[in-house]
T-cell receptor, first 112, second 111 residues
Framework: DGGITQSPKYLFRKEGQNVTLSCEQN?????MYWYRQDPGQGLRLIYY???????QKGDIAEGYSVSREKKESFPLTVTSAQKNPTAFYLC???????????FGPGTRLTVT | QKEVEQDPGPLSVPEGAIVSLNCTYS??????FMWYRQYSRKGPELLMY????GNKEDGRFTAQVDKSSKYISLFIRDSQPSDSATYLC???????????FGSGTRLQVQP
């Protein structure tokens, strides 16, 4: 089955620690995205990548970092510089820009 | 003012009702319009994808786009309790980097 996997489903961290969220897709999509969702709000774009070894900042990139070393993988690191890291993180992919995006199941990060 | 406005609800309807969900937007460059369904604590699931103006039907779902009014709608016929979820509209302009989402409308279909 083709799709997007995110792991883990739930993640708990202490304040001041960096944490990496995994996103893998086997859809052979070129473009991948990371969004953040907070209660009662729409999705906000953190980072996106249109091709391997290339990525761009989204609207709320501060305190986050990404890499795109392989087409199928786009991990997101939430650093200690992120002021309010507790949120639901969603990874998405699309064939390329301008095409519909498909989402993974999400990772719920709680930082205390 | 947000680029995309969506009534947060909750919208409560009886089973079998026709549901109308709407979004308005301000950016006239938007050409691609999507509706996603999101169950609690799950990732959004793509329901409908339309380009430019017009209607698109898929089973019980119909998406409408009126670019002149900057208004999009999703209609659900014969609503079911399993349709209870948050519905997100999303849109983008050609060549733009990613989607702009509405904040979502929570729908409850009462059996």
């Amino acid at each position: 089955d083709g799709g997007i996997t995110q792991s883990p489903k739930y993640l708990f961290r202490k304040e001041g620690q960096n944490v990496t969220l995994s996103c893998e897709q086997n859809l052979n999509h070129d473009a991948m995205y990371w969004y953040r969702q907070d209660p009662g709000q729409g999705l906000r774009l953190i980072y996106y990548s249109q091709i391997v070894n290339d990525f761009q900042k989204g609207d709320i990139a501060e305190g986050y970092s990404v890499s795109r070393e392989k087409k199928e993988s786009f991990p997101l690191t939430v650093t200690s510089a992120q002021k309010n890291p507790t949120a639901f993180y969603l990874c998405a992919s699309s064939i390329s820009r301008d095409y519909e995006q498909y989402f993974g199941p999400g990772t719920r990060l709680t930082v205390t | 003012q947000k680029e995309v406005e969506q009534d947060p609800g909750p919208l409560s309807v009886p089973e079998g009702a026709i549901v109308s969900l709407n979004c308005t937007y301000s950016n006239s460059a938007f050409q691609y319009f999507m509706w996603y369904r999101q169950y609690s604590r799950k990732g959004p699931e793509l329901l409908m994808y339309t380009y430019s103006s017009g209607n698109k039907e898929d089973g019980r779902f119909t998406a409408q786009v009126d670019k002149s009014s900057k208004y999009i709608s999703l209609f659900i016929r014969d609503s079911q309790p399993s349709d209870s979820a948050t519905y997100l509209c999303a849109m983008s302009a050609s060549g733009r980097r990613a989607l702009t989402f509405g904040s979502g409308t929570r729908l409850q279909v009462q059996p």
